[in-house]
């Protein structure tokens, strides 16, 4: 009969010639080979790489006809005081008023834009003797000037409700912008456009490339772009009123930018 000693050993034995198999059996839980499926089951499926991508910056513009013009043109005048001065520009603008109105502009498409009051200086030089000058700045008189922003819903008649401010004292224009009093439509067309210039400048450099384009990763408006004011000169009641001064709309332009990334594939 075996003692205890000799049991306990014998036991050890067997537990130290069975343990070979049952790590067999248990799953590897070393180190390199835990970090190689951790890091494997991290990487995200849709991940791309740097190489593979295209970005595009495009543009679509879309010309169309005007349909209403902005004008801004307003009243200024000079005189000794700011009290003279502003009565002067007080009277103007109520000729200016009436004549629009005249001319069939409502009253909401009539916005004041700018208003000042500022004094004018005139540069003197004074003699002190003794070949000695000094420059002296002396007060002139005042300024005002009260500039409106009128939206012109009638475009065959523009030339005309300009000629009528002018005779009823205006005598300042600074600019006239022509647009589309509904530009939705047209901006969502120049938005495709843009998305469908940036779809051909993609296909055009992964074919270059011996590559296709494979889907696209990322899409960002860059802003969009209305006509802009055309710069005007100054008119004056002087000018000759026998016909109605000649104004062409031609066509306006918007243009929508977008920028794309694509994901090429072999």
């Given at each position: 009969?075996?003692?205890?000693?000799?049991?306990?050993?014998?036991?050890?034995?067997?537990?130290?010639?069975?343990?070979?198999?049952?790590?067999?059996?248990?799953?590897?839980?070393?180190?390199?080979?835990?970090?190689?499926?951790?890091?494997?089951?991290?990487?995200?499926?849709?991940?791309?790489?740097?190489?593979?991508?295209?970005?595009?910056?495009?543009?679509?513009?879309?010309?169309?006809?005007?349909?209403?013009?902005?004008?801004?043109?307003?009243?200024?005048?000079?005189?000794?005081?700011?009290?003279?001065?502003?009565?002067?520009?007080?009277?103007?603008?109520?000729?200016?008023?009436?004549?629009?109105?005249?001319?069939?502009?409502?009253?909401?498409?009539?916005?004041?834009?700018?208003?000042?009051?500022?004094?004018?200086?005139?540069?003197?030089?004074?003699?002190?003797?003794?070949?000695?000058?000094?420059?002296?700045?002396?007060?002139?008189?005042?300024?005002?000037?009260?500039?409106?922003?009128?939206?012109?819903?009638?475009?065959?008649?523009?030339?005309?409700?300009?000629?009528?401010?002018?005779?009823?004292?205006?005598?300042?224009?600074?600019?006239?912008?022509?647009?589309?009093?509904?530009?939705?439509?047209?901006?969502?067309?120049?938005?495709?456009?843009?998305?469908?210039?940036?779809?051909?400048?993609?296909?055009?450099?992964?074919?270059?490339?011996?590559?296709?384009?494979?889907?696209?990763?990322?899409?960002?408006?860059?802003?969009?772009?209305?006509?802009?004011?055309?710069?005007?000169?100054?008119?004056?009641?002087?000018?000759?009123?026998?016909a109605s001064t000649p104004i062409s709309?031609?066509?306006?332009?918007?243009t929508a930018r977008v920028n794309v990334?694509?994901?090429?594939?072999?």
């Amino acid at each position: 009969m075996l003692n205890q000693k000799t049991l306990i050993a014998a036991m050890g034995a067997c537990m130290l010639a069975l343990a070979p198999a049952a790590c067999a059996q248990m799953p590897t839980t070393t180190k390199g080979a835990s970090m190689a499926e951790m890091g494997h089951s991290m990487m995200n499926p849709n991940s791309i790489q740097p190489e593979t991508t295209l970005d595009i910056s495009a543009e679509g513009e879309v010309m169309r006809a005007p349909d209403i013009a902005y004008i801004t043109a307003g009243v200024q005048a000079d005189a000794e005081t700011a009290r003279a001065a502003m009565q002067q520009q007080a009277d103007a603008m109520t000729g200016v008023f009436d004549a629009l109105a005249k001319a069939g502009v409502a009253k909401k498409d009539m916005q004041t834009s700018n208003f000042s009051l500022q004094p004018r200086y005139t540069y003197v030089e004074i003699d002190e003797g003794k070949g000695r000058t000094r420059g002296e700045q002396r007060l002139d008189g005042y300024t005002a000037s009260n500039q409106l922003t009128v939206k012109v819903r009638d475009l065959d008649n523009l030339g005309a409700t300009m000629d009528s401010l002018v005779s009823a004292g205006g005598n300042t224009f600074s600019g006239i912008n022509f647009a589309l009093d509904n530009d939705d439509e047209v901006r969502t067309e120049a938005r495709r456009k843009a998305m469908e210039n940036a779809m051909s400048k993609a296909e055009l450099y992964a074919g270059a490339a011996g590559l296709k384009v494979a889907r696209i990763v990322t899409i960002s408006e860059g802003g969009d772009y209305s006509p802009q004011p055309m710069a005007m000169m100054s008119r004056g009641k002087e000018m000759a009123m026998d016909a109605s001064t000649p104004i062409s709309g031609g066509e306006v332009g918007y243009t929508a930018r977008v920028n794309v990334q694509f994901e090429l594939a072999k």
